[in-house]
């Protein structure tokens, strides 16, 4: 069964930094990606990294967020830094494989002094 299943949301004051983690089970994915959501908007691409690990941010985290794969730990991270408010959302991560879409469950990341 495959599984993502992201960690490491939480409060965080503006400046600060998060790493979130999302752990796969079940495969290896050639491309994984980060989303973001707030209340009433539409999922948004914060960035992907394939393999190897080649990288691609949105224009709005750029030169904050960085994107990074282990892959003896089948893991994929998303290392925040100088965090902003409109950070504030629930971040998933996402691939697909063979025609089928897998989400994890999202992970809160609350962004307030």
């Known amino acids: 069964q495959v599984r993502l299943v992201e960690s490491g949301g939480g409060l965080v004051q503006p400046g600060g930094s998060l790493r979130l983690a999302c752990a796969v089970s079940g495969t290896i994915f050639h491309v994984m990606r980060w989303y973001r959501q707030t209340p009433g908007q539409q999922r948004e691409f914060v960035g992907n990294i394939t393999n190897p690990r080649e990288t691609t941010v949105a224009d709005s985290v750029k030169g904050r967020f960085t994107i990074s794969r282990t892959y003896a730990q089948n893991t994929m991270y998303l290392q925040m830094n100088k965090i902003k408010p409109e950070d504030t959302a629930v971040y998933y991560c996402?691939?697909?494989?063979?025609?089928?879409?897998?989400w994890g469950q999202g992970t809160q990341v609350t962004v307030s002094s």
């Open positions: 996402n691939a697909d494989q063979n025609g089928v879409d897998y």
